[in-house]
Nanobody, 126 residues
Framework: HVQLVESGGGSAQAGGSLRLSCAAS?????????MGWFRQAPGKEREGVAT????????YSADTVKDRFTISQDNAKNTLYLQMNSLKPGDTAVYYC???????????????????WGQGTQVTVS
């Protein structure tokens, strides 16, 4: 059973940076996962931010964050990261880490079923 714990959220000024971390445990050995970051702002639907396929490190980012946010992984530490640069007030949200072991294609679309979620971490940009 995969467990995910996010950290690194907080407050930042517009134009600043934050790095989120997601510590994962309970992985099935020798299995590849699709890992992702999502966010949800008050009164808005949850939005996919970025994904990474643990098998080969290939990534995908939403247009809204492309060139500003970078998803990465440290397989030795079983940790997922989201480096967020050039932050905007519109990036304010609760950010969630998610994992999937059921996917046809690792991404933010319907071909990936994210069945494991962290508790979320608040990011506030002013």
């Amino acid at each position: 059973h995969v467990q995910l714990v996010e950290s690194g959220g907080g407050s930042a000024q517009a134009g600043g940076s934050l790095r989120l971390s997601c510590a994962a445990s309970g992985y099935t050995a020798r299995r590849s996962y699709c890992m992702g970051w999502f966010r949800q702002a008050p009164g808005k639907e949850r939005e996919g931010v970025a994904t990474i396929y643990t098998g080969d490190g290939s990534t995908y980012s939403a247009d809204t964050v492309k060139d500003r946010f970078t998803i990465s992984q440290d397989n030795a530490k079983n940790t997922l990261y989201l480096q967020m640069n050039s932050l905007k007030p519109g990036d304010t949200a609760v950010y969630y880490c998610a994992a999937s072991d059921k996917f046809l294609e690792c991404g933010l679309g319907k071909n990936t079923d994210f069945g494991y979620w962290g508790q979320g971490t608040q990011v506030t940009v002013s």
